[in-house]
């Protein structure tokens, strides 16, 4: 069996992410009370029609308060039966979640009178530490949109060819802001840009004529066989400490053409070595 608790706050893609795992045959519950996890756990493995049953729930701030502070132990409880459970934590930047409240005139759960949509979203921050404290991945929808946002869950959380830690080499540039659910993040901006190059500015790293320009500059292959090299000596070390996900990010100014062709080398040679190796450009396209 396989179970995926989807958390996060209000406005951050939690409906989004649960229609995801619908379409992809998880079957589905919105605003589950933590306190029924692990009851639905072991319902659903006792479910002995399906031979391999996969359920996905929403808990969130909607349920109490006392709830949502037993979860490490509700959620070590449903990990003590051999159940597959992933928690996925979805957020975005406060700016950006009091933007789409205003954008689709919805009521965030926990405004009342005494309570503005401000200060409701900066509370919802606090009554979910205890979620996101033990969350196996986090994505950051701050500057995803509605399609963005399906294509990395089908990505990072059904895209799994193998058993064991799965890992994100992420381009991005820094111009749109550092990625805030990475693990690990390698800055490049130190290396020659092709974007000074009028021929190379409207490429990408993955086209030939930038990868050539790139691969010829000798500070570029020093970075890469650095970052290489420290990957491939601690990233083993992060698998056998049963992380489910790890993120590397390489970011650039723009994300457009050191980042991504550094992080497209570097999955590449990786992918030999790891058993589930994915890369993404967050900014192209």
């Known amino acids: ?37 692990p009851d639905l756990a072991e319902r659903a493995l006792l479910q002995t029609e399906l031979l391999h049953p996969q359920v996905a729930v ?48 919805r009521r965030h759960p926990l405004t009342n009178e005494n309570r503005s949509l401000a200060e409701a979203i900066r509370d919802e921050a606090a009554l979910l530490a205890p979620i996101v404290d033990l969350c196996d991945l986090k994505i950051d929808t701050t500057h995803l949109n ?57 490429m990408s790293g993955l086209e030939a004529p930038v990868a050539n320009y790139l691969a010829a500059q000798p500070d570029v292959e020093e970075m890469y066989q650095d970052i290489l090299g420290y990957l491939n000596k601690w990233l083993p070390r992060f ?17 457009h053409h050191r980042s991504v062709y550094l992080a497209n080398r570097l999955g590449q040679a990786l992918k030999p070595v790891l058993k589930n190796v994915q890369v993404r450009h967050r900014d192209l396209g």
């Open 58 to 105: 929403s808990v969130d701030a909607r349920n109490l308060p006392s709830q949502l502070q037993r979860f490490p132990e509700l959620l070590a409880e449903v990990r003590g039966r051999h159940i597959q459970c992933d928690v996925l934590f979805l957020d975005a930047d406060e700016e950006t979640l009091l933007k789409r409240f205003s954008e689709t005139r």
């Open 239 to 255: 698998a056998a400490s049963n992380r489910s996900y790890v993120t590397i990010a390489i970011g650039c100014t723009g994300g």
């Open 146 to 202: 509605l399609y963005q946002l399906r294509d990395s869950l089908k990505l990072r959380l059904l895209n799994q060819p193998a058993p064991g830690t799965a890992f994100l080499v992420e381009s991005f540039g820094f111009k749109r802001g550092m990625p805030v659910d990475a693990d690990l993040v390698f800055d490049v901006r130190c290396l020659p840009n092709p974007y000074w190059k009028p021929d190379l500015r409207d």
């Open 1 to 37: 069996m396989r179970l995926i608790i989807v958390s996060g706050r209000s406005g951050s893609g939690k409906s989004t992410a649960l229609d995801v795992l619908e379409d992809n045959g998880f079957y589905c519950i919105d605003n589950l009370p933590a306190s029924l996890l």
